[in-house]
């Protein structure tokens, strides 16, 4: 008979979540041993929820600070080519292909349980500065279509998908996203505190509480 798999053990061979001493230090990524930028926000957005790994938050925490403090640009996005490069060394990255949808997609994941754990305003700040600059630009509003990459290259342009001739990952991400724009406009507290983390026209109904909110 086979041995039952330990999810919670397994999911700690992931080496974004074996970050080193020298890394943490010197606030630079793993890189090499990362891949494609997409895959690590992916992965401790897996495990966040399982309370039994103990160095989760630490090590969400950690990625958050180095992606958006030392691999992002000022939009919010960060990566070219779905690849991270040194810590703080972004002019010369900046091409057709920066801000993939997807790693958007997923940093604001990421940030939303870090918000939820903290309330920390920092994460609530980061979110809304990558919600309006990654995420909305990111459907054409005249065709529906989505965009891969949000290019940062002076002179370039958006370069939309198409109906027939492009699927990427960034359609079901971005589809997504659009399908819960809502999603972390509030937070509450475990008692009556309510928090507004976007400023966009919408209303909120608490009825456990008896609160109606509309701005």
């Given amino acids: 008979s086979m041995s039952p798999i330990n999810f919670c053990e397994s999911a700690t061979i ?6 080193s001493s020298e890394s943490r230090t ?12 997409v ?29 958006t403090n030392h ?9 070219s080519g779905e690849h991270w490069g040194p810590p703080d060394k972004l002019a010369d990255t900046l091409s057709s292909s920066n801000q993939e949808t997807c790693t958007s997609y997923n940093i604001l994941k990421v940030t939303r349980d870090l918000i939820r754990w ?20 990111a459907q054409r509003p005249d065709t529906g279509m989505m965009i891969y990459y949000l290019p940062l290259e ?12 492009a699927f990427w990952c960034c359609y079901g991400t ?5 399908a819960k724009l809502q999603d972390s406009v509030y937070f509450h507290d475990v008692g009556d505190g309510l928090y507004v983390n976007l400023y966009v026209p919408s209303e909120l109904t608490w009825a456990e509480k008896g609160v109606r909110l509309t701005q």
Wanted: hydrophobic share 35%; glycine share 14%; net charge positive.
């Fill in 39 to 67: 895959t690590p926000p992916a992965s401790l957005i897996g495990i966040a929820g399982w309370p039994e790994l103990k160095s989760t938050g630490n090590a969400t925490a950690f990625f958050w600070d180095a992606v």
């Fill in 118 to 137: 903290t309330g920390d305003p920092k994460y609530g700040d980061f979110y809304e500065r990558a919600y309006f600059n990654g995420i909305l630009p």
């Fill in 154 to 165: 002076a002179g370039n342009v958006k370069h939309w998908g198409g109906r027939l001739d």
């Fill in 71 to 79: 691999h992002s640009y000022a939009t919010g996005g960060s990566n």
């Fill in 14 to 19: 992931f080496p974004e979540l074996r970050m």
């Fill in 174 to 178: 971005g589809v997504e996203s659009f």
């Fill in 26 to 37: 010197k606030k630079s990524l793993p890189v090499s041993k990362m891949g494609c930028a």
